[in-house]
Antibody, heavy 114, light 113 residues
Framework: EVQLVESGGGLVQPGGSLRLSCAAS????????MNWVRQAPGKGLEWVSY????????YYADSVKGRFTISRDNAKNSLYLQMNSLRDEDTAVYYC???????WGQGTTVTVSS | DIVMTQSPDSLAMSLGERATINCKSS????????????LAWYQQKPGQPPKLLIY???TRESGVPDRFSGSGSGTDFTLTISSLQAEDVAVYYC?????????FGQGTKLEIK
């Protein structure tokens, strides 16, 4: 079964950092470009970041540019999102998703609050 | 950035009725070199991740019931549910993947009347 599992979410104070992970099973991540998408409580979907299969191309939403860093370790079949200088408005469920958009994880919750 | 605007924001239909959700992009998402519209539709139920229903504007994802169909080209798109079932209660989103940022519509909440 193809599966993506996110981890690393939690409660963090404004200005703090978190590193999210997305582990793949039944899927060779090195063959696929990947994305992070988030959803604030009761709100819609917001695309956050994209990384190509070889990490040669990376994109960010303006709302996170300069604060978040997407990366991958194909040997570990994993995707990451380093989040620094966190703000209240970064509170959301964060999903990883394959760029074909057909496989999504269940999400990990990030809460930024003092 | 390409802005995606869905209408209506919410919809209440009776079981067995036809439901139609519209999505308009602020610029064309049709890539001329391959004549494909880079437009997807998702269904999201509470507490679950989005589920891909339709890609390339009109191609149904494997396993999706054939009562779901997508149409449109360029800037105007439609998701149609031909005969509404109780399990179709959800929020539906369109998304363009033509170019970064890969923007979503605001969502349409579908309920049973």
């Amino acid at each position: 079964e193809v599966q993506l599992v996110e981890s690393g979410g939690g409660l963090v104070q404004p200005g703090g950092s978190l590193r999210l992970s997305c582990a793949a099973s039944g899927l060779t991540l090195s063959s696929h470009s990947m994305n992070w998408v988030r959803q604030a409580p009761g709100k819609g979907l917001e695309w956050v970041s994209y990384i190509s299969s070889t990490s040669s191309t990376i994109y960010y939403a303006d709302s996170v540019k300069g604060r978040f860093t997407i990366s991958r370790d194909n040997a570990k079949n994993s995707l990451y999102l380093q989040m620094n200088s966190l703000r209240d408005e970064d509170t959301a469920v964060y999903y990883c998703a394959r760029s074909r958009w057909d496989v999504w994880g269940q999400g990990t919750t990030v809460t930024v609050s003092s | 950035d390409i802005v995606m605007t869905q209408s209506p924001d919410s919809l209440a239909m009776s079981l067995g009725e036809r439901a139609t959700i519209n999505c308009k992009s602020s610029q064309s998402v049709l890539y001329s070199s391959n004549n494909k519209n880079y437009l997807a539709w998702y269904q999201q139920k509470p507490g679950q991740p989005p589920k891909l229903l339709i890609y390339w504007a009109s191609t149904r994802e494997s396993g999706v019931p054939d009562r779901f169909s997508g149409s449109g080209s360029g800037t105007d798109f439609t998701l149609t549910i031909s005969s509404l079932q109780a399990e179709d209660v959800a929020v539906y989103y369109c998304q363009q993947y033509y170019g970064s940022p890969y923007t979503f519509g605001q969502g349409t909440k579908l309920e049973i009347k």
